[in-house]
């Protein structure tokens, strides 16, 4: 199965601030990656796709990036709501995996 | 805009049976593959498996093979997990979750509110 290794395990950080949670692969996986946040009590949602492509709904401070097997979730401008925990997950093949998440405070 | 709608939480012994249900709506249901991921108390994601629900093709990631069953009954749009004898260890936070359209292996764009299955003796 493919590994996927999410860094940092949480950040703290302040309104306005910007935030890098990077994901690394243990093998290659094109840019067959998402981006979920989930908040305490809720169900995750889907933030980013194909690696840097913004879902519908999902403010632009969110971005995404790759390079090789190295993924970037970028929060440009922090906000209160983005208060939560951000899982990557690769779909490249069978079966996806998950990160172990990145709690942002 | 697409919903999953789960049923209720669950608080079973050890040994019970359960089958817990995700009825989707406002898309074609027979369409995408639907799958159900768990969530350990304070843990990660995990893919449990998925189904196409149009010909019921269902693919089970290798920790849970053989101790699930997925299902669809089409003609209420709705997904099914279930459990024929519960452990303790089966104690954790489920969700139903929509994938893609051709891929079995795919990102989730939709999901449902989470049942939470409880089993103690």
């Known amino acids: 199965d493919i590994q996927m290794t999410q860094s940092p395990s949480s950040v703290s950080a302040s309104i306005g601030d910007r935030v890098n949670i990077t994901c690394r692969a243990s093998e290659v996986i094109d840019k067959a990656l998402a981006w979920y946040q989930q908040k305490p009590g809720k169900a995750p949602t889907l933030l980013l796709y194909?690696?840097?492509r913004l879902q519908s709904g999902v403010p632009s401070r969110f971005s995404g990036s790759a390079s090789g097997t190295a993924f970037t979730l970028t929060i440009s401008s922090l906000q209160p709501e983005d208060s939560a925990t951000y899982f990557c997950?690769?779909?490249?093949?069978?079966?996806?995996?998950f990160g172990q998440g990145t709690k942002v405070e | 805009e697409v919903q999953l709608v789960q049923s209720g939480a669950e608080v079973k012994k050890p040994g019970e049976s359960l089958k817990i249900s995700c009825r989707g709506s406002t898309y074609s249901f027979t369409s995408y593959w639907i799958g159900w991921v768990r969530q350990m108390p304070g843990k990660g994601l995990e893919w449990m498996g998925i189904?196409?629900?149009?010909?019921?093709?269902?693919r089970y990631m290798p920790s849970f093979q053989g101790q699930v069953t997925i299902s669809a009954d089409t003609s209420i749009n709705t997904a099914y997990l279930q459990w024929n004898s519960l452990k303790a260890s089966d104690s954790a936070m489920y969700y139903c979750a929509r994938g893609g359209t051709y891929s079995s292996s795919s990102y989730a764009d939709f999901w449902g509110q989470g049942t939470l299955v409880i089993v103690s003796s």
């Open positions: 997950q690769h779909y490249y093949h069978t079966p996806p995996t």
């Open positions: 194909t690696a840097s």
């Open positions: 189904i196409y629900p149009a010909d019921s093709d269902t």
